[in-house]
């Protein structure tokens, strides 16, 4: 973050973006223009229309320039064409709950992912949309008696979300459940990753390294039987309600948990006196202190605010540096280091 805008704002881990395309910049690319809505290739663009609050499980968030939402895996495909056509960046989103946008807006093009078809190839396996809500995806395999993704209900995201973030909860992960993944280049190609070309870690997947990498449009999972999937899924998500504030407005972690430690972040944000801390609208969870919640008109200045003293406070104290999870999204490309 080398613009003086930024100076003051902790380094959240930045979002990969689709660098490909050439650059607009603040002071020629206002994002205060007047709204308009144009159509193309079966596709409706709003200019200026779309607020990025209404975009993120968070609240938080400022316009975009365009915004356009894809239904089908071709739709994805004319929009992308239409962003490089038009020299814009842009940006696939899923259900927001990963996300930090900037009061500031998003000078690109924010497409929004809703390809949420589920196709059953065979039993146990299942070819899934990447726009597909994951939590729904975690109910309906464990009820019909598979195990692999009992830790995805209660989970705010989209399949494509989940399998770019690996995420995890109890002990399971995304990626040890995925057999292949399709995915769209940015020169607008389809192409298949296998298993083994997809080098998950945790909350990492070889997406997050892709340069060329436009979306995950479809994930199929390999499932395993175990009639007990439904109880150790209800199991899981009463447990995280009873640990999680899932009410409330949030990006579920904050930060990763250090590595080898053996201390989770929370812990560590818990013992350093955090929990109910506030700076304007944003606050430190009081059930789960690696949960941050906006409390109510939240800006992205407080939250990033809270995230830089959350970590100075822990690294004065235990001396460990918290790594976020969350992404931050830069209003203009021209912030970021990348
Ligand atoms: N374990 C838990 O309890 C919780 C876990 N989560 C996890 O956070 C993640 C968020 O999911 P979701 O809300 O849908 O994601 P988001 O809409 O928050 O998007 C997060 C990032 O993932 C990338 N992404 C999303 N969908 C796609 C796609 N189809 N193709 C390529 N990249 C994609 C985007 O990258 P780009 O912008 O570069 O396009 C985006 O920056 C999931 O992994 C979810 O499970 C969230 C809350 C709680
Ligand atoms: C919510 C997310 O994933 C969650 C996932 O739901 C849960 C459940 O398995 O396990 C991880 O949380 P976590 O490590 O904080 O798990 P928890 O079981 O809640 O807590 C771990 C430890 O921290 C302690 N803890 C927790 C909360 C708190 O306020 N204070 C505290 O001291 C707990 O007592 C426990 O000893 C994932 N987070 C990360 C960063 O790995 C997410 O990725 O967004």
């Not at 709204?35 to 200019?47: A, K, V, Y």
Request: net charge positive; hydrophobic share 35%.
């Amino acid at each position: 973050m080398s613009s003086p805008l930024f100076q003051s704002r902790p380094l959240l881990l930045l979002k990969p973006t689709r660098k490909i395309f050439s650059l607009s910049h603040p002071q020629n690319n206002s994002l205060n223009r007047s709204p308009s809505t144009h159509s193309r290739n079966g596709l409706t663009f709003l200019r200026h229309k779309k607020l990025l609050t209404d975009l993120s499980t968070w609240g938080i968030g400022g316009p975009c320039n365009h915004f356009v939402q894809v239904f089908e895996q071709t739709q994805l495909v004319s929009a992308i064409r239409y962003c490089k056509e038009n020299s814009l960046r842009f940006m696939i989103i899923g259900k927001g709950s990963n996300c930090l946008f900037d009061d500031l807006g998003y000078d690109g093009c924010v497409i929004l992912n809703r390809i949420e078809f589920l196709e059953k190839i065979e039993h146990g396996v299942y070819r899934v949309g990447s726009g597909y809500p994951f939590n729904r995806l975690g109910v309906q395999s464990a009820t019909e008696g598979l195990s692999g993704l009992e830790f995805a209900a209660g989970i705010p995201g989209t399949v494509g979300g989940a399998a770019f973030m690996n995420a995890g909860a109890n002990g399971q992960e995304t990626g040890d459940a995925i057999d292949t993944m399709e995915i769209i280049t940015c020169e607008g190609e389809f192409q298949m990753l296998n298993r083994g070309d997809l080098r998950f870690g945790y909350r990492s997947s070889v997406c997050q390294d892709m340069k060329n990498l436009a979306a995950i449009t479809a994930v199929t999972f390999r499932l395993n039987n175990l009639e007990s999937a439904r109880d150790r899924q209800l199991e899981y998500l009463e447990r995280r309600k009873q640990s999680q504030p899932l009410r409330e407005r949030s990006a579920g972690s904050v930060f990763r948990n250090p590595s080898d430690l053996g201390v989770s972040a929370a812990e560590l944000i818990e013992r350093s006196g955090l929990k109910g801390f506030k700076i304007g609208g944003a606050m430190v969870s009081n059930k789960h202190a690696n949960f941050f919640i906006n409390c109510g008109g939240a800006s992205s200045q407080d939250m990033l605010e809270l995230i830089g003293l959350v970590k100075k406070t822990v690294y004065q104290k235990f001396g460990v540096k918290l790594k976020e999870e969350v992404l931050y999204v830069h209003p203009y490309i021209e912030d970021t280091n990348l």
